[in-house]
């Protein structure tokens, strides 16, 4: 091991910087470290997961805005993303997590009220159309009636 592998070493130990490390295998420990699934975080940035698995993979990095939005979900600093330095991601506590599902359930009972009421709106409306349809034919048939006592 050369004298500078051995200096990486302990900067890395010492400060959680790692050189050798990348963009891509930071924002993966920060998701593991914050409790996402891929899908999940793929889900709050608002891009594919395979776009989210591509960072990861350094296949591709994220812009500038997805950058941002990513330090912000994952509670570390843009910087540490990009480069490393600065404090890493801490796993989360019991209290962080319950939080975070508390806050997975709002998501998830606002997206059900929100399919509920267009359910309801959607409903209306074909009872609407049913009823404007039966009046149509309702109206023919009568046409055709008096057209049948005229002739």
């Known amino acids: 091991m050369t004298e500078n ?6 900067e890395a130990s010492r400060t959680g910087f790692d050189a050798n490390d990348t963009i891509g295998g930071r924002i993966s420990r920060a998701r593991e470290a914050g409790g996402y699934s891929m ?6 940035l608002g891009v594919k997961t395979a776009t989210l698995k591509m960072w990861e993979t350094d296949r591709s990095e ?9 330090a912000a979900f994952l ?3 843009p910087t540490w993303l990009l480069v490393g330095k600065g404090e890493s ?8 997590e319950i939080n975070l599902l508390e806050n997975e ?7 059900m009220d929100g399919l509920q009421q267009r359910l309801s709106d959607t409903i209306g409306r074909l009872r609407a ?11 023919v048939m009568a046409e055709e009636a008096r057209f049948l006592r005229a002739s």
Request: hydrophobic share 40%; glycine share 0%; proline share 6%.
């Open 62 to 70: 994220p812009r500038s805005n997805r950058l941002t939005m990513l």
């Open 5 to 10: 592998s051995q200096n990486t070493i302990i």
């Open 89 to 96: 991601p801490s796993p989360q506590t019991l209290a962080d």
């Open 129 to 139: 159309l049913k009823s404007t349809e039966v009046e149509a034919e309702e109206a």
């Open 105 to 111: 359930l709002v998501a998830i009972q606002e997206t």
């Open 75 to 77: 509670n570390v600093s």
């Open 39 to 44: 899908a999940q975080l793929a889900r709050r």
